[in-house]
């Protein structure tokens, strides 16, 4: 993606999420978007593919061959691996000069401990960077969506990534309340995969569950396709050759109705052969209902937590959602219909950490009072 040498020194900002990694390079913005992956050979421990390769051979290996996803819920939860997948990134875009030791700013989930702040800077240390700042995921978010955080006005972010949704209030450059719960796109495909499981007896993996919600899930029965859902559908259909899976050409895909069924394949798991299944939106939808209950109940508990003047300000902004989760079709409708407030997705929501920690590295003297800030007032943080 990178051009290794034009970046060599440069001052990096890293989204380290739980399905994907980012990379910011100061003055050339995101050159890096790659899965958190990383497949190893089970015998000596060697790493044989990071990012996108890696993630291709998930559900796919021998038993030889691992795939590994180093995050797990928005921290690391194999600290070698993830420090060999930092390296990788790093080397991919700052080259392979032994000077190139670029100052970094890491984002990390707004709930992890000190331990795992502890372990973050130090896998990204080992990886290659010369000093490690690290920002909360909200915040970065907010950022990244051109939210007026510097302001005595209160900004609401609901930042829903792959491992946790994070919940916040800002104002005046800082995080006013904060909730971080557990429940985000990998809990939406666990939710899948049981219900298909439960109701079907069909053992599917996680990239077929991952399609279904991309393709068919939603959150409200009233929902829309937004111009940011309709992108990512397309370019994921189109990654994956899968048009026929939603029943209809590119150009029907990309029409006003939504596709309103999937066709997986998958292991019966009484007969123990493969087997094709058709699901309709209304089945994944309601499949969908703990996850999205429990994001929903995470924003009403940080709306409860609010001073008065800026539940005002964040009545007449509204809500910003951001992430992956916020592509989830109807997500918006769902959250405004229970809160009665505004709710408007991001312009880029997937680019929206990458492109705040960015502006951190690219303007580091005047932000520097949101990096490495400790989370004392959270609420809770814990899997809902």
Known sequence: MAQS?????????????????LVYVRGKGVVLNEPSVVAVNAADGGVLSVGSEAKETIGRTPSNIVAIRPLRDGVIADFEIAERMLRHFIKKVAGNRRFSRPRVVVCVPSGITGVERRAVIEAATQAGAR?????????AAAIGAGLPVSEPTGCMVVDIGGGTTEVAVISLGGIVTARSVRTAGDAMDTAITSYVKKH????????????????IGSASPTASWTAAGLSALAKQLEKNDGLEDVGGDPEETQGLLPPDRFTIRGRDQVSGLPKTLELTADEVRHALTEPVDAIVMAVRQTLDETPPELAGDIMDRGIVLTGGGALLRGLDVRLSKELDIPVLVADEPLDCVAVGTGRCVEDFASLRTVLDAQPGRLLGTGRL
């Open 5 to 21: 040498k034009s970046f060599s020194g440069r001052d990096m900002g890293i989204d380290l999420g739980t399905a994907n990694t």
């Open 131 to 139: 000093q490690v700042h690290l920002i909360e995921e909200p915040m």
């Open 200 to 215: 079907y007896a069909l053992a599917i993996g996680e990239r077929t569950a991952e399609e279904i919600k991309m393709s």
